[in-house]
């Protein structure tokens, strides 16, 4: 992938906060009396078992799912406003979501998919612009996918059609980027490509990163924090390194494994030594 340089922006404080967040469907509580802080310009990753309520925390921040109880907050110029208040083209401004599997319009080339993303920073009276196509190409740039431009997204495989939707929340140029299973359905190359991407982005720009990961050891690699969720509750958060240990992971994921260092980046690495769940304890 091509290197491009960003403006860093600040990484001091919190970007996302949420405070005694509950989250529903047709009246069941998923996610329950929550409290969460996202650190500005850092790499978070919320794990935790399947139903645990790790995409619906991210609709919950993302201001597609309005709390039942408690609130969600956005940091801008100097205040955290209720993402609620904000009306969504300026949400929009502010933060990008990559959801799970988003459909894809027919026939639509890369360049025109990755253009969608400068919608929030268009008006009525404005047309497309060169800052708009900068935008657009320094998104392409980064994520490897300029020399697709004109091609179909629906004939690209897997891994480039990733890239090419990371390139669109790019393009939105947002402060905050959250992303659900970004590495879904691509294979073990791939998903350490979207991820060193990811990465590079927030070391580059400063970009505050969400994302939710099934792999806890991909997570505790990537991962600057760590959020955990068990039955629609926080487990725990932090570091990795202060975090992941056999305890931890027999917590939130009802197994008995061993906790050793990667040898490569020295971030804890989970050694699974039984299939059978801790007593007490469910998926």
Not at 109 to 134: I, Q
Not at 189 to 203: G, I, P, Y
Not at 231 to 241: E, F, I, Q, T, Y
Request: charged letters at 25%; a negative charge.
């Amino acid at each position: 992938m091509t290197s491009t340089t960003f403006a860093p922006t600040p990484v001091d404080g919190t970007a996302l906060r949420a405070r005694d967040l509950t989250l529903s469907y047709d009246g069941r509580r998923v996610v329950e009396h929550l409290d969460l802080d996202v650190p500005a310009g850092r790499i978070t990753v919320v794990v935790g078992p399947n139903g645990c309520g790790k995409s619906t925390l991210l609709r919950g921040l993302a201001r597609l799912l309005r709390p039942t109880e408690g609130s969600v907050h956005l940091a801008s110029d100097g205040a955290h406003d209720d993402v609620w208040w904000l009306r969504p083209k300026g949400f929009a401004r502010h933060v990008a979501l990559l959801p799970q599997s988003p459909p894809v319009p027919e026939g639509i080339t890369v360049v025109d998919l990755v253009g969608r993303g400068r919608h929030p920073h268009r008006k009525l009276v404005r047309r497309w612009s060169r800052a708009d196509d900068e935008a657009v190409t320094r998104a392409m740039r980064a994520t490897g996918t300029i020399e697709l431009a004109e091609r179909p997204v629906d004939e690209l495989s897997g891994g480039q059609r990733q890239r090419v939707w990371i390139a669109l929340t790019l393009a939105q140029e947002t402060d905050v980027v959250l992303l659900d299973e970004p590495t879904t359905y691509l294979d073990l190359a791939h998903q350490v490509d979207v991820l060193d991407l990811l990465r590079d982005l927030n070391r580059s720009r400063g970009t505050t990163v969400v994302m939710v990961l099934h792999d806890l050891n991909l997570a505790a690699r990537y991962a600057d924090h760590v959020v955990a969720l068990r039955d629609g509750r926080l487990v725990g958060s932090g570091a990795p390194a202060d975090l992941v240990d056999e305890e931890f992971v027999a917590q939130v994921f009802g197994l008995r494994s061993r906790v050793i260092a990667d040898p490569v980046t020295g971030s804890p690495l989970v050694v699974p030594t039984s299939t059978h769940h801790q007593s007490g304890a469910t998926s």
